[in-house]
């Protein structure tokens, strides 16, 4: 089955950098888009904010403003990897990360990786 799971989160001082990663299992990982969604504290509902899209190949890349200039989305199809490199943190990026994708017209979601900015 589809699985996607998420790590390199943690607590950054304000103007750091993380990077993120996620690794796929269970589908043809280099024929879907991937995305990097987060949930910041007290987010209403679902509340999921999409930060990054990588297509398929790397073909298009998309960024909110929020994060454009600062966030880099990445994929290695051999790897079945794709890495989201967060740079010039911002205590407003602290949220939980969760890399999703869609397939045969499911969503699935990793497990999350908490990213906390702060002094």
């Known amino acids: 089955q589809v699985q996607l799971v998420e790590s390199g989160g943690g607590w950054v001082q304000p103007g750091g950098s993380l990077t993120l990663s996620c690794v796929a299992s269970?589908?043809?990982?280099?024929?879907?888009?991937m995305n990097w969604y987060r949930r910041a504290p007290g987010a209403p509902g679902a509340g999921r904010e999409l930060?990054?899209?990588?297509?398929?190949?790397?073909?298009?890349?998309w960024y909110p403003d929020s994060v454009w200039g600062r966030f880099t989305i990445s994929r290695d199809d051999a790897k079945q990897t794709v890495t989201l490199e967060m740079n010039n943190l911002k205590p407003e990026d602290t949220a939980a990360y969760y890399c999703?994708?869609?397939?045969?017209?499911?969503?699935?979601w990793g497990q999350g990786t908490q990213v906390t900015v702060s002094l």
């Open positions: 999703q994708t869609d397939v045969n017209w499911r969503a699935y």
């Open positions: 269970g589908f043809d990982f280099g024929l879907y888009t």
């Open positions: 930060v990054a899209q990588i297509a398929h190949s790397g073909g298009s890349i």
